[in-house]
């Protein structure tokens, strides 16, 4: 099997090629659902493949993804902007969130369609 080379362009004092995608290493990507990092995952960069380390992911109260979204967003760089915006982009995201009667969280996009980002929690299981 030949292996593959992958030729990068370097930019101007460490500067991204324009084409890549990847979040910068000293921002990686905060997610609120584990169904927004298997998303985000998916798109991988033409330059340089995968574009952020998974981490293991934990409850994110709600509180701090709407912090997310209205403190920490504006002190990030336009890369991890263009990050993103490649993999949730702008015209269906942010999605609002909205809890069913039964408890299940969903994810409403701009266009109108929803995605299960959560399960209603199980009480009473061990």
């Known amino acids: 099997m030949a292996a593959r080379i992958r030729l990068q362009r370097i930019g101007v004092a460490g500067e991204r090629p324009s084409e890549c995608i990847c979040f910068p290493a000293e921002e990686q990507p905060f997610f609120g659902f584990p169904l927004e990092e298997q998303i985000a995952a998916k798109v991988r ?7 952020f380390r998974p981490i293991f992911h934990i409850y994110v109260p709600r509180w701090r993804r709407e912090n997310e979204k209205k403190v920490r967003w504006f002190r990030l760089s336009e890369q991890y902007h263009k990050a993103w915006h490649a993999s949730l982009p702008p015209n269906l995201w942010p999605a609002e969130e909205e809890e069913t009667a039964d408890g299940r969280t969903l994810l409403r996009l701009k266009d109108g369609s929803t995605l299960l980002a959560q399960e209603a929690p199980v009480h009473g299981r061990v």
Do not use: A, W
């Open 45 to 51: 960069c033409p330059l340089h493949g995968d574009r």
